[in-house]
């Protein structure tokens, strides 16, 4: 078997050692490998304390490197969906909103989420965790590798609605068609325009095709979305493809934001 051949340091004084004459740290910046560079001084003591191999002084620096990375890249993500606030599933207490079981979220939480297309329509009143749990379930893909983007439904719906009046539609439409996880937030809270049916209708059949998930949160029924999107032909042809593989949960309850406030709700 061949051995490979060891890179030869640049030729130096006979007392000049040769970890001296390699430029580590220029190597390890040309290769773009910061969190290597700054824990090399610390992780080699502590190699030469606890006696640790090459192989696990070079594996355990990797690592750090790649968890490093990865973190970044998550944040990132998460800057680019725009959350109104970053939620996770750790944070969410089902104690308190004991109308839904964490396991009837398993599907949306696993790794497979975004591969398998699958939709979910969050329904219930103010205050029940509708936008912390699609927060914190595009999180989760976003963890996962994925990217996502969080738009209110209004916002959405004006946004395509005014780019359709000038002939933009099909780009306005590419910009919520291409995150794999999409959040449109708070669909029939305010009046949508006349024509959001039309627009909105685009966008679902295109990331129907495309299998890319989209997580409603409303807090009117299904029945009612042919008020609420001015066209009840075109709120079923939407609903009818978001529920082809997707879910509709509903929460009840009081308000967690009130929780504090004894018997400040309406229903007791
Ligand atoms: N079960 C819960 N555990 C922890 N925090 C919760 C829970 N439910 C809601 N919250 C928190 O309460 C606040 C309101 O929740 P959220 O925004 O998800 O409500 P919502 O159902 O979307 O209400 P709205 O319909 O008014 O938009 C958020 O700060 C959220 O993190
Ligand atoms: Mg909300």
Redesign the pocket.
């Known amino acids: 078997m061949n051995r490979p051949t060891p890179v030869s340091p640049p030729a130096m004084d006979a007392d000049t050692d040769a970890e001296v004459a390699i430029d580590l740290e220029g190597l390890l910046r040309r290769l773009h490998l910061p969190t290597i560079r700054r824990l090399l001084p610390e992780y080699a003591t502590l190699a030469a304390q606890e006696g640790w191999s090459h192989r696990d002084f070079l594996a355990r620096l990797i690592a750090e490197e790649v968890a490093n990375r990865n973190n970044t890249r998550i944040q990132k993500s998460a800057r680019r969906a725009r959350f109104p606030s970053l ?1 996770t599933i750790e ?4 104690t ?2 004991t109308s839904l079981k964490r396991q009837a979220l398993g599907p949306f939480l696993d790794p497979d989420f975004v591969a398998q297309g699958r939709n979910l329509i969050l329904l ?10 699609c927060c914190a379930i595009a999180y989760r893909a976003i963890q996962h590798g994925h990217h996502a983007r969080f738009v209110r439904a209004c916002d959405l719906i004006d946004d395509l609605a005014s780019a359709s009046k000038d002939g933009r539609l099909r780009e306005a439409t590419a910009t919520y068609l291409e995150p794999p996880v999409l959040i449109i937030d ?1 669909v029939g809270y305010l009046h949508h325009a006349d024509t959001a049916a039309n627009v909105l209708y685009g966008l679902v059949d295109a990331r129907h095709q495309q299998r890319r998930p989209i997580l409603f ?1 409303t ?1 009117k029924p299904p029945t009612v979305w042919g008020d609420v999107l001015h066209d009840h032909q075109l709120a079923e042809a939407i609903l009818d493809r978001v529920l082809e593989r997707g879910s509709l949960i509903e ?1 009840r309850g009081r308000s ?2 009130t929780k504090h406030h004894r018997g400040a709700t309406t229903d007791g």
């Open positions: 939620k944070d969410f207490d089902f308190y909103q219930g009143p103010s205050g029940t965790g509708k936008t912390h749990l708070e949160t807090n929460l967690y934001r």
